[in-house]
């Protein structure tokens, strides 16, 4: 390559390579483009997707999002009702809460959704059992039909543990699973169905050809101020009343007045757990991502609602006690996002403060009729979700604004507003809702007090005398949910069941006792 003479030949052999093959390639291109892929293919072209290709998955992760959040509303009701409790009962409420939740998810699989949320009649779903034959997604929803139903379990396991807050400290086991069977597989899903089914005679209500055609307006509930509220805080009612108050529980009206709970630090960690959850029940109740406006409306609603309440409550009992008490604060907050749960898509931020600020008068004024009328109620479940279910479901007739229709899967419908007394729209809505009310709640607590006496006339909706003295915790599951250390001797069974010698419980039962008399 020193040479000039065989650099220059070199070069010019390179040359005629390198052009040769261009103009082979050339050649190729012009004869067959596919073999150097300048031709696409129908197959190899990017997939033109439709609106709901994007709109759907975004609902469905919307709707799970939400699910999650009010599934974990369970963590806030264990925490409420086991701080609102006795400590030698704690154990007897976790179990409860666990148990209710395993029984729920498996008969809403079998047959609850089914009665709720799949075609039939007017009175209850025929279709979709064991969820066979169900469709791909949720009637027009476009949600997944799965995550739907995730949901829903959801709302329904709520339901069930709402009902077992009244029924604290006496209940016997076994009485609480059968009871729980009732209210998850039957009481709630068909009294349900009537509201929020695709052809319930609630929901259709108003229109020609169904309920109460001359009416001219149909039951709307939202998220479930008397769906889930409503009914489980009647059933829970019925409950209370068949089982009669706790042993040494001595009312006002007697002298006496409520047990005190023995940690108020769970029980208001569990509320404001709870007031975390109530944004996927409420705001998830849209089924839809795109209508973003409605979300941010009932999420601030929600918020407001449940300020107003808590304050309110909190004034209304200092003005009886002249103490600032912190478990009508928390009750307080709660009966505000019970009452906002119905009307909280349509009505205006002002309205949610004035609405949330009479169901925190509300409770209170509840929970002393109860006292009253010696009803024991350790967490107030009754007037918490019971009575501001009513009252929530009432306050849209008045405090409907008269600019939100409904939600969809692609954005607000809003041609057809619901207007309340207050905004000029008169009395059909406020009608509306109080015959709807009145049927929920008149059927409910019927249904409920015979399913409660037929427990109870088997002798297993209440434990024994010897249980509730001794304890639910030791008396039913064999431990103590503080056993390492004694919190106060009022928390301590006042009689011992037996248990046999070589029992380790008996150790530490006769250790506990031994520390509580010294």
């Known amino acids: 390559m020193h040479d000039p003479e065989w650099r220059r030949y070199g070069g010019l052999l390179l040359s005629g390579k390198l052009t040769g093959i261009a103009l082979l390639a050339i050649l190729f291109l012009f004869t067959n483009p596919d073999l150097m892929s300048f031709r696409t293919f129908a197959a190899d ?13 975004l609902n469905t992760v919307w709707t799970l ?18 701080g609102f409790c006795r400590s030698r009962e704690t154990v007897n409420v976790l179990m409860e809460c666990i148990v209710d939740t395993c029984l729920c998810g498996l008969l809403f699989y079998a047959f609850g959704f089914a009665f709720m949320f799949s075609h039939g009649n007017g009175f209850i779903g025929l279709n979709w059992f064991f969820l066979n034959g169900a469709p791909a997604t949720y009637e027009g929803s476009g949600v997944a039909f799965l995550a739907f139903w995730l949901f829903q379990f959801a709302f329904a396991d709520t339901c069930s543990t709402i009902t077992s807050g009244a029924m604290i400290g006496r209940t016997g086991f076994v009485g609480d699973l059968i009871y729980s069977f009732f209210v998850s597989g039957f009481i ?40 889930v509220h409503t009914i489980g805080g009647f059933v829970a009612l019925a409950g209370a009343i068949v089982l ?20 108020l630090t769970i029980a208001a960690s569990g509320g404001l757990l709870l007031w975390f959850g109530w944004y996927g029940f409420n705001p998830g109740s849209t089924l839809s991502a795109m209508d973003y406006e ?3 409306r009932v999420a601030a609603n929600t918020t407001l609602a449940a300020c107003a309440a808590g304050l309110t409550a909190m004034i209304a009992a200092y003005v009886m006690s002249k103490k600032w008490d912190v478990s009508f604060t928390v009750n307080g907050f709660l009966a505000g996002l019970v009452a906002i749960t119905c009307p909280c898509y349509w009505v205006s931020p002002g309205g949610s403060i004035i609405l949330g600020g009479i ?37 849209l007739g008045f405090f409907a604004c008269g600019k939100y229709g409904a939600t969809g899967p692609l954005a607000a419908d809003n041609s057809a507003p619901l207007t309340g007394l207050l905004y000029g729209g008169g009395f059909t809505l406020l009608a509306a809702q109080a015959i709807g009310s009145l049927i929920v709640t008149a059927s409910t607590f019927t249904v409920a007090m015979l399913v409660m006496w037929g427990v109870n006339a088997m002798g297993l909706l209440r434990v024994t005398e010897e249980g509730e003295r001794g304890g639910l915790d030791l008396f039913e599951h064999g431990i103590s949910a503080y056993p390492e250390y004694v919190i106060t001797t009022a928390g301590q069974p006042h009689a011992i069941p037996h248990y046999p010698s070589s029992s380790p419980m008996e150790r530490h039962v006769k250790q506990s006792a031994g520390e509580s008399a010294v």
């Open 45 to 57: 072209a990017p997939p033109v997707l439709k609106g709901n290709d994007i709109v759907n998955p």
């Open 188 to 227: 709630y899903p068909i009294i349900g169905h009537w509201a929020w089914g695709p052809d319930g005679f609630l929901a259709s209500m108003g229109t020609a050809g169904n309920f109460l055609p001359s009416l001219g307006a149909s039951f709307h509930d939202f998220a479930g101020s008397t769906v």
């Open 65 to 82: 999002v939400a699910a999650f959040l009010v599934f974990g509303m369970q963590v806030g009701f264990t925490m409420l009702e086991a």
């Open 294 to 296: 409605g979300i941010g």
């Open 359 to 395: 169901a925190g008068f509300i409770v209170v004024g509840a929970v002393e009729v109860l006292e009253w009328l010696r009803i024991d109620d350790p967490i107030g479940a009754v007037p918490v979700h019971g009575i501001c279910g009513i009252w929530g479901t009432l306050s």
């Open 244 to 263: 009669g108050p706790r042993i040494g529980r001595k009312f006002k009206r007697d002298g006496g007045g409520p047990m005190l709970p023995h940690d």
